[in-house]
Nanobody, 126 residues
Framework: QVQLEESGGGLVQPGGSLSVSCLTSGFSLDQKSVGWFRQAPGKEREGLLCSTKSGGKTLYSHSVKGRFTISRDNAKNTVYLHMNNLKPEDTAVYYC???????????????????WGQGTQVTVSP
């Protein structure tokens, strides 16, 4: 079955960097778009970035522009989120999600993402 598993979260100081990974299985990653989202306590889930099978990238959140980047390695069935210059307000659970359909472009519409991982906690604190 389709599975997505995030890893790499942890505690980081403000201004630091951290990369998290989304290991996928049960489908051909090279035919799918995958997005990264986050959810902080008391806040709605926020879309961050999305990667298409063709290598295209879509930015959803202006708050991470210039600080976060997305990449993929289809051979490793893995999508990455690289976070730089982290701030306390970046503290959240980070999720990867699978866009429905085959060969479609990224969407900012959350219901278009049909499968989700369990998330990985990122805490930014002195």
């Amino acid at each position: 079955q389709v599975q997505l598993e995030e890893s790499g979260g942890g505690l980081v100081q403000p201004g630091g960097s951290l990369s998290v990974s989304c290991l996928t299985s049960g489908f051909s990653l090279d035919q799918k778009s995958v997005g990264w989202f986050r959810q902080a306590p008391g806040k709605e889930r926020e879309g961050l970035l999305c990667s298409t099978k063709s290598g295209g990238k879509t930015l959803y959140s202006h708050s991470v522009k210039g600080r976060f980047t997305i990449s993929r390695d289809n051979a490793k069935n893995t999508v990455y989120l690289h976070m730089n210059n982290l701030k306390p307000e970046d503290t959240a659970v980070y999720y990867c999600a699978l866009r429905s359909g085959t060969g479609v472009e990224c969407s900012a519409y959350e219901p278009d993402f049909e499968s989700w991982g369990q998330g990985t906690q990122v805490t930014v604190s002195p």
